[in-house]
């Protein structure tokens, strides 16, 4: 079983930045996807980015030119450098991965981290 552990959010003002990072383990196998999702109170969780492991990237609208997925293959590793935050941006930041499990593409379900909280205030 794959264990998501995320760190670094935190409490940072209107046009500030912060930096998420999340680490994999459990498994030999990589998660084929890596990424992050955010929920704000009283709304439906969201997709922010995700990143293969062979580096498409793809973003939420909202966060495009502000936000910035990277990972480590080697590492199992996955950040998120958040830049020019808006309160908008207030949620709990949660890390997710998937398997790739055959040749159609089939996912398997997504691993979860715990979350973490990113606060911006104006």
């Known amino acids: 079983q794959v264990q998501l552990v995320e760190s670094g959010g935190g409490l940072v003002q209107d046009g500030g930045s912060l930096r998420l990072s999340c680490a994999a383990s459990g498994s030999r196998f990589s998660l084929d996807v890596m990424g992050w999702y955010r929920q704000a109170p009283g709304k439906q969780r969201e997709l922010v980015a995700d990143?293969?492991?062979?580096?498409?990237?793809n973003y939420a609208d909202s966060v495009k030119g502000r936000f910035t997925i990277s990972r480590d293959n080697a590492k199992k590793t996955v950040s998120l450098q958040m830049n020019n935050l808006k309160p908008e941006d207030t949620a709990v930041y949660y890390c997710?991965?998937?398997?790739?499990?055959?040749?159609?593409?089939?996912?398997?379900?997504?691993?979860w981290g715990h979350g973490t909280q990113v606060t911006v205030s104006s």
């Open positions: 997710s991965g998937y398997r790739i499990i055959n040749v159609e593409g089939a996912r398997s379900p997504l691993f």
């Open positions: 990143m293969s492991s062979g580096g498409r990237t």
